[in-house]
């Protein structure tokens, strides 16, 4: 018993030990004769009550200022943390390889250590040259404010996830950045990852070297075709306030020369980041399942029916459910069998979509379907095939066989195509007859004479009919046609989402609203454009309109419609109702422009 007890309370010391944390790091480890560099002694644990704290001799290294001390605190999930950091300003007297010793430090009566750093110290420029350099360089600026994209993966299957992510990174203060040029995405179907609404900065070592680093922006991509696939840089303007450099060797002019002062200029500098390369492979060709239609991901399907048990011309609802990760965006219409004697309707779809990064949800597809032949019926599997990337094989999962119960209805029997639901339900309500008797005919001169209502009994019927006929067949040359089908519900379509953007305007529902403007403008380019949704881009849209004639104003406002919306998510407390406002009437105005232009140029 003792001694489990002592193993007990051994495992509390030693986790009360490694929740502490004592480090030695610095902002470079590669500096030049006489250029500055900083030295951080970083003590992290559950509290910051230490004591005692004792820098290394730091020999070959001349301090220009320190220790700063600053401490920081944070709580995750109910559990506190914090740090304490002592900081150094240090400047090497001469090339070699130095290091900088252990610090050391005391918590409750423990001491602790610090790990020795290794700092190389090479040619640097002569004074004189850095006398010369009145304003930071292009070079310098690059090399300590850049944007580094990255992906999780760079050979893929056409159709499976590539994950991008965008971090700033930057050893100098910095404003809010500007969007400059978003990247193009060609030969992707993309999907915008959740992040942070305000840009979380933290300390990562890049290259050896020590930075601010925080994550801009992530984006899932999908490859709509195979090869090699090309991503375009990601550019901000980005204010950075430097200090100014020394122009003398005075001493005075270097002591208020540090940043205490306020001694410092704001440049505009452009950051750029890198491109990237993702290679997209073909989707095997052997054993392709018939039912396969494009699914790439990992799902599962499920079907519900809300009746087995029916009379003749009643409906039946079928749902189709599909839920998993991968390109589910992009899933279409699963092929349903219908025994004869059984009309099915348009299917109504309905996606969610989880963002915050593997791109998962669910989608269904609601049937409408009425049998008209009374008898025992059977509603075949649907089968669903997709490609798994994880597994490298194809996949087909099979719903649930339905027997379907439909007795003798009441009434005739009315083909109802195009109708909807609730039509449905009043098809034998809306049906009335012609009576055929109790004509009451007068009689004048010998001769019969037919009432006025009879002939109009017979000239509305045609007048309603010829209408009916005539409705038909533009329904049916709309339903063929869906590209036009498409293009004459564009604008329809986008001022529906655009009183949506205008209730989420009102609700100060600021990142929802530009969100919604964002999907507006998309939906309504894609329709008018013939755009597919995995090939739409903004530089593909603008293109397009130039094809089409559209004024350089127009497209001018499209993009700048883009870059607001973007900019939103970096900088969501720079948005004030005038400027949500503001871009609402602008979109407005653009449709509005875009939709006669294009209307005139297609009559023509």
């Not at 004074?127 to 090399?143: D, G, K, P, R």
């Not at 100098?172 to 900065?201: A, H, V």
């Not at 002591?255 to 440049?267: A, L, V």
């Not at 049937?367 to 490609?387: D, H, M, Q, T, W």
Request: hydrophobic fraction near 35%.
């Amino acid at each position: 018993m003792k001694r489990i007890f002592y193993i007990l309370f051994m495992l509390v010391v030693a986790t009360n030990l490694f929740a502490q944390k004592f480090e030695t790091t610095a902002d470079r480890t590669t500096v030049g004769v006489g250029e500055r560099f900083q030295v951080y002694f970083t003590f992290e644990g559950q509290s910051n009550d230490i004591s005692g704290f004792k820098p290394p001799s730091f020999e070959g290294l001349r301090v220009l200022s320190g220790p700063n001390q600053s401490t920081s605190m944070q709580i995750i999930n109910g559990q506190v943390s914090s740090s304490v950091t002592f900081s150094f300003i240090l400047t090497p007297v001469k090339e070699g390889e130095y290091t900088i010793g252990e610090a050391e430090v005391s918590y409750k009566g423990t001491k602790y250590r610090s790990n020795p750093l290794k700092i190389n110290v090479v040619k640097g420029q002569t004074s004189q040259q850095q006398q010369q350099n009145e304003t930071i360089s292009e070079e310098e600026l690059s090399n300590n404010v850049f944007i580094v994209a990255s992906a999780d993966k760079r050979n893929v299957y056409q159709g499976e996830q590539v994950t991008v992510t965008y971090k700033l990174y930057t050893k100098l203060n910095i404003s809010s950045p500007q969007i400059s040029k978003l990247p193009t995405y060609n030969g992707f179907w993309q999907e915008e990852i959740s992040t942070s609404n305000t840009i979380n900065w933290e300390i990562e070592m890049y290259n050896g070297e020590r930075y601010r680093s925080a994550t801009i922006k992530k984006v899932a991509l999908f490859p709509t075709k195979s090869g090699e696939l090309t991503v375009t840089p990601f550019e901000l303007d980005i204010p950075v306030l430097v200090k100014r450099r020394r122009t003398s060797n005075d001493f005075f002019d270097d002591f208020f020369n540090d940043s205490f002062f306020g001694r410092t200029e704001t440049i505009q500098f452009k950051a750029k980041s890198n491109s990237i390369k993702i290679s997209a492979e073909p989707l095997p060709q052997r054993n392709v399942p018939a039912s396969f239609n494009g699914a790439v991901g990992d799902f599962d399907i499920k079907t519900e029916i809300d009746r087995t048990t029916v009379k003749a011309n009643e409906s039946i609802s079928l749902r189709f459910t599909v839920t998993g990760t991968g390109n589910i965006q992009l899933l279409d219409l699963p092929k349903l069998e219908l025994p004869a004697g059984f009309e099915v309707y348009e299917p109504k779809s309905n996606l969610s979509v989880n963002r915050s990064g593997k791109i998962s949800g669910t989608k269904t597809f609601d049937y409408l379907i009425v049998p008209r032949v009374p008898g025992a019926k059977i509603i075949k599997p649907i089968e669903f095939s997709f490609f798994s990337p994880t597994k490298n094989r194809y996949i087909t999962q099979t719903s649930s066989e339905y027997r379907v119960e439909v007795a003798k209805g009441d009434g005739s029997v009315v083909s109802s195509s195009g109708f909807s639901k609730e039509d449905i339900k009043l098809l034998n309500e809306d049906i009335r007859f012609i009576k055929t008797s109790d004509f009451n005919l007068r009689t004048r001169n010998g001769s019969r004479l037919i009432p006025i209502w009879f002939w109009l009994g017979l000239i509305i019927p045609a007048l309603v009919l010829g209408s009916v006929i005539a409705l038909q067949r533009r329904q049916q040359k709309l339903s063929s046609n869906t590209q036009l089908l498409k293009y004459k519900k564009a604008e329809k379509v986008a001022r529906s989402r655009l009183k949506h953007a205008k209730n989420l305007m009102a609700a100060d529902k600021s990142l929802e609203f530009y969100s919604e403007i964002s999907r507006a403008m998309n939906g309504y380019l894609e329709d008018k454009l013939n755009i597919q949704k995995s090939e739409f881009t903004l530089g593909k849209a603008v293109d397009f309109l130039t094809q089409k004639d559209v004024n350089e104003k127009l497209k001018e406002q499209v993009k700048n419609i883009y870059e607001k919306c973007e900019f939103a998510r970096f900088a969501p407390s720079a948005q004030t109702p005038s400027a949500e406002q503001s871009l609402y009437d602008d979109t407005i105005n653009t449709i509005v422009g875009l939709e006669q232009s294009l209307n005139t140029k297609k009559k023509k």
